[in-house]
């Protein structure tokens, strides 16, 4: 998978993506991650990428020519289109579903908004889909491009080793993980919960299976009416 992502700040991207698992799938070739300046595809003197807002108001507005010349440079580059992504606070709420549709793209635009927004025509024209991270407000589209790289590339096949966590735990689908322990057995005051040390696997999975429901029923009551498949093994 290539990933490309359009920003102003390409260089913020320069050290998150040389780490663990996400440089080994580079490392080993299943990923592919191109920082992009959005200001290379500006033409005037001063590399100006935002503008004025129609209609006033505050704030400045992203212009639509050095995005879309960015984007079309991309598709000038491979045969296989790219599914072009803009992150932005009016987007679908980014989750394990979306992280696992994308996995599936062979190419994908990152596009990366600052100021007020991006002139809407590349909402509507040039981009497939946008997507929020959450509902908070942040200064750019950069931290949600991070963010969907790393929930992405553990996605992408070969990635990640038999053993690591994405196939495991079936049965504990759409809840939070139960509480993990290791040595020492007691540490300051607390112990490690008897059921753990008692070498029982059905005992421990019983004690799992509950220490998980209580947690999310208290926590996260949301999670246990979602739909079957909104499940990351499922
Ligand atoms: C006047 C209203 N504006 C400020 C509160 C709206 C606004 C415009 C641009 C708010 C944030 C931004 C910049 N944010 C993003 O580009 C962004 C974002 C976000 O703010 N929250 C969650 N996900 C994302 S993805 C991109």
């Given at each position: 998978m290539k990933i490309e992502i359009i920003t102003i700040f390409p260089d913020?991207?320069?050290?998150?993506?040389?780490?663990?698992?996400?440089?080994?799938?580079?490392?080993?070739?299943?990923?592919?991650?191109?920082?992009i300046n959005l200001r290379d595809f500006t033409t005037d003197r001063h590399r100006t990428v935002d503008?004025?807002?129609?209609?006033?108001?505050?704030?400045?507005?992203?212009?639509?020519?050095p995005l879309f010349a960015a984007v079309e440079s991309c598709m000038g580059d491979n045969?296989?289109?790219?599914?072009?992504?803009?992150?932005?606070?009016?987007?679908?709420?980014?989750d394990q579903n979306k992280?696992?549709?994308?996995?599936?793209?062979?190419?994908?635009?990152?596009?990366?908004g600052r100021y007020e927004g991006v002139d809407q025509r590349v909402a509507d024209h040039l981009v497939d889909e946008e997507i929020s991270l959450g509902d908070y407000v942040l200064s750019g589209g950069e931290f949600g491009a991070a963010v969907i790289v790393d929930a992405v590339s553990r996605l992408i096949p070969g990635v990640l080793g038999r053993g690591d966590s994405v196939l495991q735990d079936s049965f504990m689908d759409g809840m939070l993980d139960y509480p993990h322990y290791t040595?020492?057995?007691?540490?300051?005051?607390?112990?490690?919960?008897?059921?753990?040390?008692?070498?029982?696997?059905r005992e421990i999975e019983r004690w799992r299976e509950e220490q998980s429901l209580k947690l999310t029923k208290r926590r996260r009551p949301d999670l246990l009416h979602v739909?079957?498949?909104?499940?990351?093994?499922s």
């Open positions: 913020l991207f320069t050290e998150v993506f040389r780490f663990g698992m996400i440089q080994q799938a580079q490392q080993k070739g299943l990923l592919e991650i191109e920082a503008d004025r807002p129609f209609g006033g108001g505050v704030g400045m507005v992203m212009k639509p020519e045969s296989s289109p790219p599914h072009v992504v803009l992150l932005s606070p009016q987007g679908q709420l980014f992280a696992k549709e994308l996995s599936l793209m062979t190419r994908l635009i990152l596009i990366c040595r020492p057995a007691q540490f300051r005051d607390w112990k490690v919960p008897e059921s753990l040390l008692s070498g029982n696997h739909k079957e498949n909104d499940n990351e093994s």
